[in-house]
T-cell receptor
C-alpha cells in the first residue's frame, strides 16, 4: 500500500532561520506532491504543489522533489512565529494519474514550532 | 480558488444517533471527497463522491455507516450513522479545482463531531 512518511516532530526552529520539513514516499510511480499547512483547530490549507524533479519556489517557501531518492521537502525561509503549525505531505492515491481523482494519501504531519 | 462551506461546524451527539454533514461549494466540481481526521491523527479518505453515481468507499468504510449523497455538482452530504464514541473526529470535505485535474485539493472548514 502506498505510504507517505513524515517525522512527527515537534521540530523547533528559531525565528528567522530556515525550517526544513521532509517527507518520503513508497510508490516510485508517484508524480505529484502537495504540502498542506494546518493550524490547530483549522482545516488543511494547500501551500505548495510540485510535479517535477527539482525546486519550486513561492515566496518564502521552496518545495524540493527528488524522485530517485523518493523524498520531498519543504523549506521555509525567514521563519516567523505565524509559521508554527502542522505541515502535511500528500500524494495522489493513484500515482499514474495526473489528478487526484481518487483522493490523496497524507503523511502523519510534522509539528513545527517557530521560537521567537 | 473556491469557497467551500460545511454545516454544522461542530456538534455533540449521543451514541446511537445519526448526523448529516453538508458540504457546499460555490462552483461546479466533478469530484468531492470526504475525509476523517481523528484526534491527533492525519487525514484518512472515507469516500469519493461523483455526481450521478454511487460513492466509492475506501477500505474500512461502508455505505451503511457513512451514506453519502451527491445530488448536484455543488453539494454533497455525509451521514455518520449509529454513532459511537469512536466516531468522534473532524470530518472534512474537499474538492479538486481546475479544468485539468492535477491532484490539488481544497478543504472545507470541517465538522468537529463529539459522540458521548
Amino acid at each position: 500500500q502506498k505510504e507517505v512518511e513524515q517525522n512527527s516532530g515537534p521540530l523547533s526552529v528559531p525565528e528567522g532561520a530556515i525550517a526544513s520539513l521532509n517527507c518520503t514516499y513508497s510508490d516510485r510511480g508517484s508524480q505529484s506532491f502537495f504540502w498542506y499547512r494546518q493550524y490547530s483547530g483549522k482545516s488543511p490549507e494547500l501551500i505548495m504543489s510540485i510535479y517535477s524533479n527539482g525546486d519550486k519556489e513561492d515566496g518564502r517557501f521552496t518545495a524540493q522533489l527528488n524522485k530517485a531518492s523518493q523524498y520531498v521537502s519543504l523549506l521555509i525561509r525567514d521563519s516567523q512565529p505565524s509559521d508554527s503549525a502542522t505541515y502535511l505531505c500528500a500524494a495522489p492515491r493513484t500515482p499514474y494519474s495526473g489528478g487526484g481523482a481518487d483522493g490523496l494519501t497524507f503523511g502523519k504531519g510534522t509539528h513545527l514550532i517557530i521560537q521567537p | 480558488s473556491a469557497v467551500i462551506s460545511q454545516k454544522p461546524s461542530r456538534d455533540i451527539c449521543q451514541r446511537g444517533t445519526s448526523l448529516t454533514i453538508q458540504c457546499q461549494v460555490d462552483s461546479q466540481v466533478t469530484m468531492m471527497f470526504w475525509y476523517r481526521q481523528q484526534p491527533g491523527q492525519s487525514l484518512t479518505l472515507i469516500a469519493t463522491a461523483n455526481q450521478g453515481s454511487e460513492a466509492t468507499y475506501e477500505s474500512g468504510f461502508v455505505i451503511d455507516k457513512f451514506p453519502i449523497s451527491r445530488p448536484n455538482l455543488t453539494f454533497s452530504t455525509l451521514t455518520v450513522s449509529n454513532m459511537s464514541p469512536e466516531d468522534s473526529s473532524i470530518y472534512l470535505c474537499s474538492v479538486e479545482l481546475g479544468q485539468v485535474p492535477r491532484g490539488e485539493q481544497y478543504f472545507g472548514p470541517g465538522t468537529r463531531l463529539t459522540v458521548t
